[in-house]
């Protein structure tokens, strides 16, 4: 079974300032898609950022980019110019090319102006 | 483009009663159905899924139950809630195989 790990429950950050959230998983398989999600206050879930395990260029969205490791299992998101906005949890998740998500624990970020 | 619903946005209910939340996808069709639960602070919990009409899939036992009466139309229900059914609710779809799950804005369930 796959599992997906966030080993930091929660992060602080300085508005402006960059912080990087990091993720495991484990995975046997070779091709698979891999996902940040964002969830504020709100508790709206929003994707963030998705990233397929073939591609060897890490994604990018606006201030949001991955740093994928894939002989790590390694799927780090770092946030760069952090606003009072990104203050929220974010989750990881992985695909392993089928129809289930497995979600991490989540880590908690506030952004501190 | 493809919208999800979900109602109702927040629900307080006795113990005892029934429960019926709504799930409504527009735009797609056939698309992968999902509910998750999350508790305060938690992560996220899948319940049921569900690939078609009348195809569900449950991945916890518990006192709920989960229906797709029509293709792009989830409803989670119980017949009698208990106090730990409390928690936030969210409904999600999926296209395709690798695609992302999109959710609902969620509903925040109390039972006194």
């Known amino acids: 079974a796959q599992t997906v790990t966030q080993s930091q429950p929660e992060m602080s950050v300085q508005e402006a300032e960059t912080v990087t959230l990091s993720c495991t998983y484990d995975?046997?398989?070779?091709?698979?898609?891999l996902f940040w999600y964002k969830q504020p206050p709100s508790r709206q879930m929003i994707l963030v950022i998705r990233q397929e395990a073939y591609k060897q260029q890490n994604a990018t969205e606006n201030r949001f980019s991955v740093n994928f490791q894939k002989a790590a299992k390694s799927f780090s998101l770092k946030i760069s110019d952090s606003q009072l906005g990104d203050t929220a949890m974010y989750f990881c998740a992985f695909n392993n090319a089928g129809n289930m998500l497995t979600f991490g624990g989540g880590t908690r970020l506030m952004v501190k102006p | 483009s493809q919208t999800i619903h979900q109602w109702p946005a927040t629900l307080v209910q006795p113990v005892g009663s029934p429960l019926s939340l709504e799930c409504t996808v527009e735009g797609t069709s056939n698309p992968n159905l999902y509910w998750y639960r999350q508790a305060a602070g938690r992560g996220l919990q899948l319940l049921f899924y569900s690939v078609g009409i009348g195809q569900i899939s449950s991945e916890v036992p518990q006192n709920l139950s989960a229906s797709r009466p029509q293709d792009r139309q989830f409803i989670l229900s119980s017949k009698k809630l208990l106090l730990s059914d409390s928690g936030f609710y969210l409904c999600a779809w999926m296209s395709a195989y690798n695609s992302p799950l999109h959710f609902g804005n969620g509903t925040r369930l109390t039972v006194t």
């Open positions: 995975t046997s398989e070779s091709n698979y898609y």
